[in-house]
């Protein structure tokens, strides 16, 4: 009886198709087969070709020289679980392509406009698949080689671009991907092809609002071991931003915000529960984080002054080691922090604030600290302040405070054990702290204007 209905279904779409010059294919071979086709306007093109059993297809065209191919191809696997593939399309020259192999895949593409196209490929088990495209000449690319993963694409607007690709070796991922503007591309990538390992359970996110933004997710397993875990988030909100995010290894975190122009960040990590979160405010700001290890946390924050009328800072901040904790926040034009911690529980915190500072902060060894304020939170912005701490031993401690207009200061401590604080309050000071040795305490506060410190302390002895 079913066979019945759908011959007649078919005769009666057939009669419209040739009535409006449309082109309507299927080819069907095997048990429990449905595919629908309708086709209302001109010069439309609909293929569906269907091998197996419970595979299930359905067209739907509005408007002119539409092009829908849907290709399902059951592996016969004995488990009698329906494919699902549709495609609907609302205007002028849009095309549509899926391809289905294995079972209980599901696909569906709906694109309202004109030159959109959208290419979804599930050689996996039980996927889903899902692309809304709102606008005219978007582009969206799904594969899905995994089991239970799903993908979503939502474009509105113009000539924007996604794809996503879930990658065999890999179970129970989900990447989204929202584009509203025009011009903006995303790249998610969920993979699981190293040697003897598994990439499950990890979550892209890609959130575009604004023009020619440009997002890379990558998540992956490491040779022999397990991608588990892993949360990538971006989120940009203006023009002409990047922002990457690379991620091999168990349970890490990196959030990227962009609500400006021309912001550019990169974060990469490469280990467990490692956390790296960055955002940026106004405009050029550059930010790269690198966590090479187990543990780590970076909060890097890049805001420019509304008075200022925008900003250009730089941060970089590198990570090798374990439990390692680095904070970055700058406000203002043209700040530069470079911070690298190599080695176990060392920490770094860097403020600044004004026009033109820069910090550097080398820890090499276990358990450092080092704090460097730079007229943070100050009602009156810090203009040229240069602050540089180095600590190559282990459980060393710096402090650097800086308020006012051209301050430098140094600390170098090699050994262990040190502590050095500075405090420059005023304009023109100059403060100079080496430590060689270990045990050695050294504290320096100049108030005033063009002051000068210069402190030495190579050889130390054991408290």
Same mark, same amino acid.
């Given at each position: 009886m079913k066979k019945i209905i759908l011959s007649v279904l078919t005769l009666m779409l057939g009669t419209v198709i040739v009535a409006q010059t449309n082109s309507s294919t299927v080819t069907q071979n095997g048990t429990d087969l449905l595919s629908t086709a309708l086709q209302i306007g001109s010069l439309n093109v609909s293929i569906q070709d269907q091998l197996g059993v419970l595979n299930e297809a359905h067209v739907t065209q509005f408007g002119n020289r539409n092009y829908a191919k849907q290709d399902q191809r059951d592996s016969d696997k004995g488990?009698?679980?329906?494919?699902?593939?549709?495609?609907?399309q609302n205007g002028d020259d849009n095309k549509a392509w899926q391809t289905q192999t294995n079972e209980a895949n599901t696909a569906h593409a709906n694109q309202l406009g004109d030159f959109n196209e959208s290419t979804q490929l599930q050689t996996g088990w039980s996927t889903l698949a899902e692309v809304f495209q709102d606008g005219d000449n978007n582009k969206?690319?799904?594969?899905?080689h995994g089991t239970a993963a799903i993908a979503y694409i939502n474009q509105y607007?113009?000539?924007?671009?996604?794809?996503?690709?879930?990658?065999?070796?890999?179970?129970?991922?989900?990447?989204t991907s929202n584009q509203i503007g025009n011009s903006n591309t995303s790249f998610q990538?969920?993979?699981?092809?190293?040697?003897?390992?598994?990439?499950?359970?990890?979550?892209?996110?890609?959130?575009?609002n604004g023009n020619n933004n440009y997002a890379v997710q990558y998540q992956d397993n490491a040779a022999g071991g397990a991608g588990s875990a892993n949360l990538a988030n971006i989120n940009q909100g203006g023009n002409d931003n990047y922002a990457n995010q690379y991620q091999i290894g168990d349970a890490n975190d990196a959030y990227t915000g962009q609500w400006a122009d021309d912001n550019r960040s990169r974060t990469i990590q490469l280990g467990d529960d490692n956390k790296a979160t960055t955002t940026q405010y106004v405009d050029d700001n550059h930010s790269l984080t690198y966590q090479l290890g187990n543990g780590n946390t970076s909060s890097t924050q890049q805001k420019g002054f509304w008075y200022y009328g925008g900003s250009n800072n730089m941060s970089v901040t590198a990570q090798v080691g374990d439990d390692n904790n680095a904070t970055t926040k700058q406000f203002g034009w043209s700040n530069m922090s470079g911070t =690298? +911690?190599? /080695?176990? !529980? *060392?920490?770094? #915190? %860097?403020? $600044?604030? &004004?026009?033109?500072?820069?910090?550097g902060t080398l820890q090499v060894g276990n358990g450092n600290t080092s704090y460097t304020d730079q007229g943070y939170g100050s009602s009156i912005p810090a203009i040229m302040n240069v602050s540089i701490t180095s600590q190559f031993g282990d459980d060393n401690t710096a402090s650097t405070y800086q308020d006012g207009f051209l301050n430098m200061s140094?600390? =170098? +401590?090699? /050994?262990? !054990? *040190?502590?050095? #604080? %500075?405090? $420059?309050? &005023?304009?023109g000071n100059f403060a100079l702290t080496g430590q060689f040795g270990d045990y050695h305490n050294s504290i320096v506060n100049q108030v005033g204007t063009s002051n000068v410190s210069l402190v030495g302390q190579f050889n130390g002895l054991p408290n």
């Open positions: 488990y009698f679980i329906v494919n699902m593939a549709t495609i609907f969206a690319w799904q594969t899905q607007g113009n000539y924007n671009e996604a794809t996503q690709d879930q990658n065999s070796g890999s179970k129970y991922n989900k990447a990538t969920q993979d699981g092809n190293a040697t003897w390992g598994v990439s499950n359970y990890n979550l892209e996110i890609v959130y575009q =690298l +911690q190599i /080695g176990d !529980d *060392n920490t770094s #915190t %860097t403020f $600044q604030s &004004g026009i033109a500072n820069m910090s140094g600390t =170098l +401590q090699v /050994g262990f !054990d *040190n502590m050095a #604080t %500075t405090t $420059q309050d &005023g304009t």
